[in-house]
């Protein structure tokens, strides 16, 4: 491993990360966000109304308490409620597609959707989607497609009160957009994991929020 390339995954995020930039800058319904911080782009309408509402009904049925890595939901760090959808569903399937073909990535190295709910008082502490390659977790991890390139978010429903996703270095708070799809990258130019996406789920105040997830890794995951 040569000096300039100290992360496991690292060339292979660069270059990922570099074609999606690509895309998306060309994409003119993509609007990168005013940071330099960090690389985060919205979409607008991604999802329609009624495609909104068949999530949620979704997220409803599967949701449960979340784990995170090394954290568990008793230490309060990941409130809300979470669960995958089917993989094999075809509804799925062909929304998976749809944001794949947006920051133009193979299917293969997407984990499957997740769905979340926060009620009030829930919420999602300020974090990183990517893996720190020095926990025991990280074993498990590299084998299962290694570490997370990008992020694409969508909200799903409008939010009475709080539930904004607050990049806390960019100093960014997005306030919950039924149809918009957030996309960010974990990572830096050469790679490098970006503390600058640091971000959180603020709690919900009032109403109730759901949102789905697709995270990116480097190769196949499975
Ligand atoms: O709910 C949010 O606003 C943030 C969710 C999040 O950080 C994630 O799904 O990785
Ligand atoms: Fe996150």
Known sequence: MSQSMKHPDQAAIARIGAKVTQRLTSDPQ????????????AIGDFLTPSECARFI?????VAQPSAVFEVDYASQFRTSY?????????????????IDDRLGLDFEIGETIQGQRYLPGQEFKPHNDWFY?????????????????????????????????????????????????LIWNNA???????????????????????????????????
Request: a negative charge; proline letters at 8%; zero cysteines.
């Open 30 to 41: 993509a609007y990168r966000l005013p940071t330099e911080t960090a690389e985060i782009y």
């Open 57 to 61: 009904a979704m997220i409803d049925e």
């Open 82 to 98: 979470s669960g995958n959808f089917d993989p094999a569903d075809p509804f799925v399937l062909a929304v998976s597609r749809r």
């Open 133 to 181: 390659t020095d926990q025991p977790y990280w074993e498990g991890e590299k084998k299962r497609g290694g570490q997370r390139s990008w992020t694409a978010m969508a909200f799903l429903n409008e939010v009475e009160e709080g539930g904004a996703t607050h990049f806390t270095e960019a100093r960014l708070a997005i306030d919950p957009k039924p149809g918009v799809l």
């Open 188 to 222: 830096l130019p050469d790679g490098s994991p970006n503390p600058g996406t640091m971000h959180a789920g603020t709690p919900v105040l009032a109403g109730e929020k759901y949102v789905l997830t697709r995270w990116y890794r480097t190769r196949k995951w499975d």
